[in-house]
């Protein structure tokens, strides 16, 4: 379990329209922003994702096997936020499918968003 997830973006206005139809899917609506944040979470919810300026100024770079994983609660949710991000511009990471090498259930998607973080969305559950 986790309080809270960061990545990095300095056109904020880029990544908050990028992510808000990427996490719809999931139930995650804007919880916070200002000019330096955006913060997603479920509704009534502290936020879970979010998306900063950093702070020494610095260009964002996506750490090198470094990933985000975003739970889905069916497999036509990740479908949908695939569509979304790859829709919007983000770069395909793996195609949505089952991936019986991690559980016979594990249904994910992988991409890229704008800035280069690598995101996955991902059911366990049987459809």
Known sequence: MYSHTT???????????????????????????????VGWGLPGGRPQFLVVRPFDGRAPSPGNGSMIALLASKRSLVDACHGAALELGGTDEGAPGLRPQYHDNYYGAYFR?????KICVVSHHRE
């Open 7 to 37: 990545i990095g973006a300095n056109d904020l206005t880029r990544a908050r329209t990028f992510y808000d139809a990427v996490l719809a899917p999931l139930g995650l609506e804007v919880r916070f922003s200002d000019e330096n944040i």
């Open 113 to 117: 968003d704008l800035d280069g973080n």
